[in-house]
C-alpha cells in the first residue's frame, strides 16, 4: 500500500467518523427540540465531499506525496479538534437551529464566523495538491465554494430567524 493509499485511508475513515458522530450529535438536537434548515442543500454537500474522495481514490492512491502540502493539511486537523473541543454536542454537518441556545463564541468562532468551512476549504485544496493533483484541487474548491455559498446564506437566515431579525448577507 502507498503513502498516498495510507493518507487516503485515513482521512476517509476521519469522514466516516465524523458523520457517525454527526449523526449521534443531530439525533441528540432534534430530541431536544432543535430543527434543521437547509435541509435541500445536504445532498449537494455530501455529493460534492463523496466525488471529492472519489476522484482522490481514483488518481491519487499511487502518487507521490507533497510532504508540504500534507504538513498543511495535518495542521488543519489541529484546528478541526479545536472546533470539535469547542462545539461539544452541538457539532453536526447539518443546519441545526435549538432555540434559546446562544451562538458560540469561543474558542475558533473568536476569530472566524465559520472556521469548519476555512478548515474544509483548505483540506479540499491541501489533499489534492499533497497527491500532485491540481485540477481536482481546483474543480472541487470551485464547487464546494459553490456549496459554501449556499450553505452560509441558509445559515445566516435560519440564525436571523431565531433572533427574530432580518436576514442580512452573510460574509
Request: aromatic fraction near 8%; glycine fraction near 6%; charged fraction near 15%.
Amino acid at each position: 500500500m502507498s503513502f498516498a493509499a495510507i493518507i487516503l485511508a485515513l482521512v476517509t475513515l476521519q469522514r466516516l467518523g465524523e458523520l457517525v458522530l454527526a449523526r449521534h450529535n443531530t439525533v441528540k438536537l432534534l430530541a431536544r427540540g432543535a430543527i434543521e434548515v437547509g435541509a435541500r442543500h445536504y445532498p449537494l454537500l455530501v455529493s460534492v465531499h463523496a466525488a471529492w474522495l472519489t476522484a482522490l481514490w481514483i488518481w491519487g492512491r499511487d502518487q507521490t506525496v507533497d510532504l508540504a502540502a500534507l504538513a498543511g493539511l495535518v495542521a488543519l486537523q489541529g484546528v478541526r479538534l479545536w472546533i470539535l473541543a469547542t462545539l461539544k454536542s452541538r457539532w453536526t454537518t447539518r443546519i441545526i437551529v435549538l432555540s434559546g441556545e446562544p451562538l458560540v463564541v469561543s474558542g475558533p468562532y473568536r476569530y472566524f464566523s465559520h472556521p469548519n468551512y476555512v478548515v474544509v476549504a483548505g483540506e479540499i485544496a491541501l489533499l489534492p495538491l499533497a497527491l500532485h493533483l491540481p485540477v481536482i484541487a481546483l474543480v472541487f474548491t470551485a464547487l464546494n465554494a459553490v456549496v459554501l455559498w449556499i450553505r452560509i446564506r441558509a445559515e445566516a437566515r435560519a440564525l436571523a430567524a431565531v433572533r427574530g431579525q432580518p436576514a442580512r448577507a452573510a460574509s
